[in-house]
């Protein structure tokens, strides 16, 4: 219960909402509240909280107030799911009275029940809230700007340890700059999926959760040919396209295999300024994209550029120009103007001061962020990541044979995280 309450300035708008209660809210109070209290006030259909550490005031809305209610008869702590059944709240509910205290706000309802809020949890949880103290975690970077290698990796013994710190640096890596490097990690299949699963359960597709890719054509993949692919993001194939992909080298090569990694991000900024009207319209014309192999036909119809829909800050960047299934989703009046834009993002991508190139050793893993997970608010980069690998011509005449390549072209490990998996921590989600 709360230590002290003191009965603030209320008023009641008579008639909005015939037969409302309010006959407590006509009772105006004035006293000096202590230190930490906020001061409220009846604003008709909503309650207005001034908080002396608050930099505004936050209005909630009293049905919202009522379905937020965190007691234990509306809320059940050992799942965390809600019980009150939101249906039985009135459009025009009002309460009966509204008490503060340096803890918080308890409100009475015309039913008897009360409900107690404190502070923090109405200001973390309200739209206003979350969008004043909304810090921006991500850091864009082009090539000059690449992170320096101690700010994004972390030693394998560094992730395992119990204080967590090691698994802290690399999630906050992979949301700063949309990648983390894990080192030191023995270059096998089991020691790689244990590093991994320090962060998330893996997530299973038709590719299974781990798989040995190299230069053959197990799968009908340009990803596993010789070719020379330029940077895209994977899975667009897929109505959720990985979140996070991690690569582990096994096998290094002598003379190319390098990595390119580029900012999408970055990428979407740089394009948004240049060519707004590109940008608008490739974050609103869906595309489709497949994958088709033996017995199996995957297609998604999505947008370029895909956004948090309560902020518009962008998520997502699903770029893969290989994947792309017929264009039968633009109409002839629009078609023009696709390539244009399609061709503009291309050459802002291929922009050389744009990509980053790197070369992984045996024991290093790398994870890269295709997306973030919208439901933490905060965000990340989106690199891409592919194979540098000199023209067909440039191979030894041994290795132009697409089945024994893999001396020359890296073979990779590659893993996938469960989209919605969560870490130990049930409230803490992946990025
Ligand atoms: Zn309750």
Same mark, same amino acid.
């Given at each position: 219960? &709360?230590?002290?309450?003191?009965?603030?300035?209320?008023?009641?708008?008579?008639?909005? #909402?015939?037969?409302?209660?309010?006959?407590?809210?006509?009772?105006?109070?004035? *006293?000096?509240?202590?230190?930490?209290?906020?001061?409220? &006030?009846?604003?008709?259909?909503?309650?207005?909280?001034?908080?002396?550490?608050?930099?505004?005031?936050?209005?909630?809305?009293?049905?919202?107030?009522?379905?937020?209610?965190?007691?234990?008869?509306?809320?059940? #702590?050992?799942?965390?799911?809600? /019980?009150?059944?939101?249906?039985?709240?009135?459009?025009?509910?009002?309460?009966?009275?509204?008490?503060? *205290?340096?803890?918080?706000?308890?409100?009475?309802?015309?039913?008897?029940?009360?409900?107690?809020?404190?502070?923090?949890?109405?200001?973390?949880?309200?739209?206003?809230?979350?969008?004043?103290?909304?810090?921006?975690?991500?850091?864009?970077?082009?090539?000059?700007?690449?992170?320096?290698?101690?700010?994004?990796?972390?030693?394998?013994? +560094?992730? !395992?340890?119990?204080?967590?710190?090691?698994?802290?640096?690399? /999630?906050?890596?992979?949301? =700063?700059?949309?990648?983390?490097? /894990?080192?030191?990690?023995?270059?096998?299949?089991?020691? !790689?999926?244990?590093?991994?699963?320090?962060?998330?359960?893996?997530?299973?597709?038709?590719?299974? +959760?781990?798989?040995?890719?190299?230069?053959?054509?197990?799968?009908?993949?340009?990803?596993?040919?010789?070719?020379?692919?330029?940077?895209?993001?994977?899975? !667009?194939?897929?109505?959720?396209?990985?979140?996070?992909?991690?690569?582990?080298?096994?096998?290094?090569?002598?003379?190319?295999?390098?990595?390119?990694?580029?900012?999408?991000?970055?990428?979407? =900024?740089?394009?948004?300024?240049?060519?707004? +009207?590109?940008?608008?319209?490739? *974050?609103?014309?869906?595309?489709?994209?497949?994958?088709?192999?033996?017995?199996?036909?995957?297609? *998604?119809?999505?947008?370029?550029?895909?956004?948090?829909?309560?902020?518009?800050?962008?998520?997502?960047?699903?770029?893969?120009?290989?994947?792309?299934?017929?264009?039968?989703?633009?109409?002839?009046?629009?078609?023009?103007?696709?390539?244009?834009?399609?061709?503009?993002?291309?050459?802002? /991508?291929?922009?050389?001061?744009?990509?980053?190139?790197?070369?992984?050793?045996?024991?290093?893993?790398?994870?890269?962020?295709?997306?973030?997970?919208?439901?933490?608010?905060?965000?990340?980069?989106?690199?891409?990541?592919?194979?540098?690998?000199?023209?067909?011509?440039?191979?030894?005449?041994?290795?132009?044979?697409?089945?024994?390549?893999?001396?020359?072209?890296?073979?990779?490990?590659?893993?996938?995280?469960?989209?919605?998996?969560?870490?130990?921590?049930?409230?803490?989600?992946?990025?």
């Amino acid at each position: 219960m &709360l230590s002290s309450s003191i009965l603030k300035v209320y008023r009641c708008v008579r008639g909005r #909402y015939p037969g409302a209660p309010c006959n407590q809210l006509q009772s105006r109070t004035f *006293s000096t509240p202590p230190l930490g209290t906020a001061e409220v &006030l009846d604003a008709g259909t909503r309650l207005e909280l001034s908080h002396p550490r608050w930099p505004h005031t936050l209005a909630l809305t009293y049905p919202w107030l009522r379905d937020h209610c965190r007691c234990p008869k509306c809320y059940n #702590y050992k799942t965390f799911q809600r /019980i009150h059944d939101v249906y039985k709240i009135p459009l025009n509910i009002r309460p009966a009275s509204v008490k503060t *205290s340096k803890d918080g706000v308890v409100i009475e309802w015309p039913d008897g029940h009360k409900s107690q809020y404190d502070y923090k949890f109405l200001w973390q949880n309200s739209f206003e809230g979350k969008r004043t103290s909304f810090k921006e975690q991500r850091v864009l970077w082009t090539a000059a700007k690449f992170p320096k290698e101690p700010l994004t990796t972390v030693p394998l013994s +560094e992730l !395992t340890k119990p204080d967590k710190e090691g698994l802290k640096k690399l /999630i906050s890596s992979i949301m =700063k700059y949309g990648f983390g490097f /894990i080192s030191e990690v023995p270059a096998d299949v089991e020691s !790689t999926r244990a590093a991994v699963e320090q962060i998330c359960p893996l997530k299973k597709t038709f590719y299974g +959760e781990a798989w040995a890719m190299e230069a053959n054509m197990e799968y009908a993949d340009t990803a596993y040919s010789k070719e020379r692919l330029g940077a895209h993001t994977d899975t !667009t194939y897929f109505s959720q396209a990985c979140r996070i992909q991690v690569f582990h080298c096994f096998l290094a090569a002598d003379q190319g295999g390098e990595n390119l990694l580029v900012d999408g991000f970055s990428v979407a =900024k740089q394009f948004r300024d240049r060519h707004p +009207e590109g940008y608008k319209f490739l *974050s609103e014309t869906a595309i489709p994209s497949e994958y088709i192999d033996e017995g199996r036909h995957h297609l *998604s119809l999505d947008t370029i550029f895909k956004h948090n829909p309560a902020t518009g800050r962008i998520k997502q960047f699903r770029y893969n120009i290989y994947d792309r299934a017929p264009l039968s989703s633009i109409p002839l009046e629009h078609m023009q103007e696709f390539y244009l834009h399609l061709r503009n993002l291309t050459s802002i /991508i291929r922009n050389p001061k744009n990509e980053y190139w790197i070369k992984l050793e045996p024991g290093w893993i790398v994870g890269v962020a295709a997306a973030v997970n919208p439901s933490t608010g905060t965000g990340c980069c989106v690199p891409f990541l592919q194979k540098r690998v000199p023209p067909q011509e440039q191979l030894p005449e041994a290795l132009q044979d697409t089945h024994r390549g893999e001396a020359f072209l890296l073979p990779f490990l590659r893993f996938s995280y469960h989209s919605e998996g969560k870490s130990q921590d049930p409230h803490a989600q992946c990025p």
